[in-house]
């Protein structure tokens, strides 16, 4: 059997395979990093919508969004992009149109000066 550098041929070399790791590791953060910014991103423009179309601080806006998913069994940054998307088309599932329903009345009675 030849070797070659102290390694078998056709095995690959620990540095190499560390560094290889290290870029798919990197690749993955990067993805990730790049949709929890788009997810951030999604949420604020739904809190602006949940601004303007109601009359609620920004701190209660969030509480309103955050608690939609909880009750619809979808994810916030879906719930945030059907209210976005609400702005242009003017549809809205109706699971989500009652419970936006439903969360704007509960934080109206508790107006408060924004957190």
Same mark, same amino acid.
């Given at each position: 059997?030849?070797?070659?550098?102290?390694?078998?041929?056709?095995?690959?070399?620990? *540095?190499?395979? *560390?560094? *290889?790791?290290?870029?798919a590791?990197?690749?993955?953060?990067?993805?990730?990093?790049?949709?929890?910014?788009?997810?951030?991103?999604?949420?604020?423009?739904?809190?602006?919508?949940?601004?303007?179309?109601?009359?609620?601080?920004?701190g209660?806006?969030?509480?309103?969004?955050?608690?939609?998913?909880?009750?619809?069994?979808?994810?916030?940054?879906?719930?945030?992009?059907?209210?976005?998307?609400?702005?242009?088309?003017?549809?809205?599932?109706?699971?989500?149109?009652?419970?936006?329903?439903?969360?704007?009345?509960?934080?109206?009675?508790?107006?408060?000066?924004?957190?």
């Open positions: 059997m030849s070797v070659h550098n102290g390694f078998k041929p056709g095995t690959r070399h620990p *540095a190499k395979e *560390a560094q *290889a790791q290290r870029a590791s990197l690749r993955e953060e990067n993805e990730q990093v790049r949709q929890a910014m788009e997810s951030h991103a999604a949420i604020d423009q739904a809190i602006g919508v949940l601004l303007a179309a109601s009359d609620v601080t920004p209660q806006g969030w509480d309103v969004l955050r608690e939609i998913p909880q009750h619809t069994n979808r994810k916030l940054r879906h719930v945030a992009e059907l209210l976005t998307a609400w702005t242009r088309t003017g549809n809205l599932p109706a699971d989500i149109r009652t419970e936006l329903d439903r969360q704007l009345a509960l934080h109206a009675h508790s107006r408060q000066p924004d957190r």
